[in-house]
């Protein structure tokens, strides 16, 4: 990858980040180890409205995903701070 980036679009590969966008349903199947009830109510949205979006029935309004997103990186904030103690 880093000598394509570099051959083909002249680019530094060490500059490169690259960041990882899912439609909902994929986002739900990479990540199901989430509790979706959980993240509801964190998003302020019904557990029916984000089983519907996880399923790729219904697609979250804008509000809806900056809400998911917000959500969801509060969480991530919460568990990259997270240890395990090992007793």
Do not use: W
């Amino acid at each position: 990858m880093k000598k394509l980036l570099r051959e083909f679009e002249s680019l530094d590969p060490e500059t490169v980040e690259f960041n990882h966008y899912y439609q909902c349903p994929a986002f739900f199947s990479e990540f199901a180890i989430l509790n979706r009830a959980e993240l509801a109510m964190s998003a302020q949205i019904e557990t029916a409205r984000l089983e519907a979006f996880s399923s790729g029935k219904e697609k979250p309004t804008e509000e809806e995903a900056k809400r998911l997103e917000k959500a969801l990186q509060e969480l991530a904030a919460r568990l990259i701070k997270t240890s395990l103690i090992i007793s």
